[in-house]
């Protein structure tokens, strides 16, 4: 976490190039040649430990740098951490709009200008929470709490979106935001949105931040368990929503691969039959993603096998008459790839009696 009043602990963090060198080079190349060096406090601290995780060749010494090339290089840093400043100030300016109480009932363009100007601020903040150590900074300016607490409810659509999207930038690939963000009820917040709202651009950016917290996260995963989040996801796999529908069952999909020993939970959903509706639909691209969850819930799970055999899914003419389909259109070889999957791994066995074994 990133001190705001101090730029020094933030010093290991701007060269990992450098810290990469030392330790690929293998020779510690410290004073004395004593483990890992000490993290610079300083400017100059750092100044000195690039010079020094510069130099490839350990032997012979390299030159030293020249006044100007010294002076360049300290202006390049100071700039550097200046610029991280200022974009903490940036984020502090943000919520302090997006702090301030809803005005009351005006005019209409009092009312939009006052949305716009909060849609700005959150816009701003995705910007920089791109950057891991700004997000950090920002859950610790308790922007999170405000987030969750205010602006996953608000009335406008457009603030609703926003705030969803910025969680989920935040919080991909952040244990430390995720856990935060899990402890502040998102999860329960995000789902209601992408099963309830009226706005599809919400449901989308609901359905993004849901991904960032659930996916490589076991207590997300654990959260999504208990607050039924495979019935909401099947059912936006069944909106008119291409873009909600995809992305549902990519997700789907990767939690089947990630999780096999969720399938069991699944099976007893009736996640096979609802997976195999879908796939009786209208042929789209959406079909792929609907195919490899079916492919990752038979994979190695004779329970998932045996339903998908059940003689009134008719599966197996299904999948023959899609695989017909498909044939000489390299846009759905993915597809196509699924579907002998499925057929191989369904219906080429001898016996049922050796699934059970």
């Given at each position: 976490?990133?001190?705001?009043?101090?730029?020094g602990?933030r010093?290991?963090?701007a060269?990992?190039?450098?810290?990469?060198?030392?330790?690929?080079?293998?020779?510690?190349?410290?004073?004395?040649?004593?483990?890992n060096?000490?993290?610079p406090?300083?400017?100059?601290?750092?100044?000195q430990?690039?010079?020094?995780?510069?130099?490839?060749?350990?032997?012979?010494?390299?030159?030293?740098?020249?006044?100007e090339?010294?002076?360049?290089?300290?202006?390049?840093m100071?700039a550097?951490?200046r610029?991280?400043?200022?974009?903490?100030?940036?984020?502090?300016?943000?919520?302090?709009?997006?702090?301030?109480?809803?005005?009351p009932?005006?005019g209409?363009?009092?009312?939009?200008?006052?949305?716009?100007?909060r849609?700005?601020?959150?816009?701003?903040?995705?910007?920089?929470?791109?950057?891991?150590?700004?997000?950090?900074?920002?859950?610790?300016?308790?922007?999170?709490?405000?987030?969750?607490?205010?602006?996953?409810?608000a009335?406008?659509?457009g603030?609703?979106?926003?705030?969803?999207?910025?969680?989920?930038?935040?919080?991909?690939?952040?244990?430390?935001?995720?856990?935060?963000?899990?402890?502040?009820?998102?999860?329960?917040?995000?789902?209601?949105?992408?099963?309830?709202?009226?706005?599809?651009?919400?449901?989308?950016?609901?359905?993004?931040?849901?991904?960032?917290?659930v996916?490589?996260?076991?207590?997300?995963?654990?959260?999504?368990?208990?607050?039924?989040g495979?019935?909401?996801?099947?059912?936006?796999?069944?909106?008119?929503?291409?873009?909600?529908?995809?992305?549902?069952?990519?997700?789907l999909?990767?939690?089947?691969?990630g999780?096999?020993?969720?399938?069991?939970?699944?099976?007893?959903?009736?996640?096979?039959?609802?997976?195999?509706?879908l796939?009786?639909?209208?042929?789209?691209?959406?079909?792929?993603?609907?195919?490899?969850a079916?492919?990752?819930l038979?994979?190695?799970?004779?329970?998932?096998?045996?339903?998908?055999?059940?003689?009134?899914?008719?599966?197996?003419?299904l999948?023959?008459?899609?695989c017909?389909?498909?044939?000489?259109?390299?846009?759905?070889?993915?597809?196509?790839?699924?579907c002998?999957?499925?057929?191989?791994?369904?219906?080429?066995?001898?016996?049922?009696?050796s699934?059970?074994?």
């Amino acid at each position: 976490m990133a001190d705001k009043g101090s730029g020094g602990s933030r010093l290991p963090l701007a060269l990992p190039p450098a810290s990469q060198g030392c330790s690929s080079g293998g020779s510690g190349s410290s004073a004395g040649g004593s483990g890992n060096p000490r993290p610079p406090r300083n400017l100059q601290g750092l100044l000195q430990m690039a010079i020094t995780a510069g130099s490839e060749e350990p032997d012979p010494p390299p030159e030293p740098m020249s006044e100007e090339r010294r002076q360049w290089l300290q202006e390049a840093m100071s700039a550097a951490f200046r610029g991280q400043r200022e974009e903490v100030e940036q984020m502090k300016s943000c919520l302090r709009v997006l702090s301030q109480p809803t005005p009351p009932t005006t005019g209409e363009a009092e009312l939009a200008n006052d949305q716009q100007e909060r849609e700005g601020a959150l816009e701003l903040l995705a910007d920089l929470c791109e950057n891991m150590d700004n997000a950090a900074d920002f859950c610790q300016l308790s922007g999170m709490h405000l987030l969750v607490g205010r602006y996953l409810e608000a009335a406008a659509a457009g603030l609703r979106w926003r705030a969803a999207q910025l969680i989920g930038t935040c919080s991909q690939n952040v244990a430390a935001i995720q856990e935060q963000v899990l402890g502040l009820g998102a999860l329960r917040k995000l789902l209601r949105l992408l099963d309830r709202d009226a706005c599809d651009t919400v449901r989308v950016k609901a359905l993004f931040a849901i991904s960032c917290l659930v996916r490589e996260q076991e207590a997300g995963l654990l959260q999504f368990l208990r607050l039924d989040g495979f019935s909401v996801l099947m059912r936006a796999m069944q909106q008119q929503v291409q873009k909600l529908k995809v992305k549902s069952a990519f997700l789907l999909q990767n939690l089947l691969v990630g999780h096999p020993e969720h399938k069991g939970t699944l099976c007893s959903m009736g996640m096979v039959q609802q997976l195999v509706a879908l796939v009786r639909t209208e042929h789209s691209p959406f079909h792929e993603h609907v195919l490899g969850a079916l492919c990752s819930l038979v994979t190695d799970f004779p329970q998932g096998v045996r339903e998908c055999r059940e003689p009134e899914l008719g599966l197996e003419e299904l999948l023959r008459h899609r695989c017909q389909l498909l044939q000489q259109r390299e846009e759905f070889q993915e597809e196509l790839e699924f579907c002998e999957k499925l057929l191989q791994t369904c219906f080429s066995s001898p016996t049922d009696d050796s699934m059970d074994r």
